[in-house]
Structures are given as C-alpha cells and as structure tokens.
C-alpha cells in the first residue's frame, strides 16, 4: 500500500471532522441533562460547517476509502 503526505487541506479536514467528532462524543458523555430530557443541539452549526468547509475544499465528502484513510492514519486505534 503507497504512503502519501497528506496535503494540507486534507490534514485541515481531517482535523475539522475529528473536533466535530469530540464535539458530538462530548455531549452524549456529559452526565445528567435537563429534568425534561431535551437537550439543545448536539453540534453547533458552525462546528459542522467547519468541517463542511474543510472537506469541500479537500476535494472530499467524508465518506470515502480515500477520508477514512487519511482519519486511521491520523488517530490510530491503539
């Protein structure tokens, strides 16, 4: 399998998707909530449209082989 340097709009889209994944894993992990059991918005919207951003300028759409690649070599599982 070829290694290749990931250029800087897909280093950029990566990382965007990566806190947009800390966001959403950071609500669902607090503790408690409100007496009624509603709770705001997971994502903030300009947190999703960073990485909205960052992945149309990366050529990518965050769902293909080439993105997940990139992600695994990024944060490996360990």
Not at 14 to 41: M, S
Request: glycine content about 8%; proline content about 12%.
């Amino acid at each position: 399998m070829p290694t290749s340097v990931p250029t800087d709009r897909e280093r950029a889209a990566v990382q965007a998707y990566l806190r947009l994944l800390h966001t959403v894993r950071a609500a669902f992990d607090g503790a408690g909530g409100p007496p009624d059991g509603r709770r705001p918005p997971v994502v903030p919207p300009s947190v999703l449209a960073e990485a909205d951003r960052a992945l149309t300028l990366a050529g990518l759409r965050g769902d293909e082989e080439e993105f997940f690649r990139l992600l695994r070599a990024w944060q490996p599982r360990g």
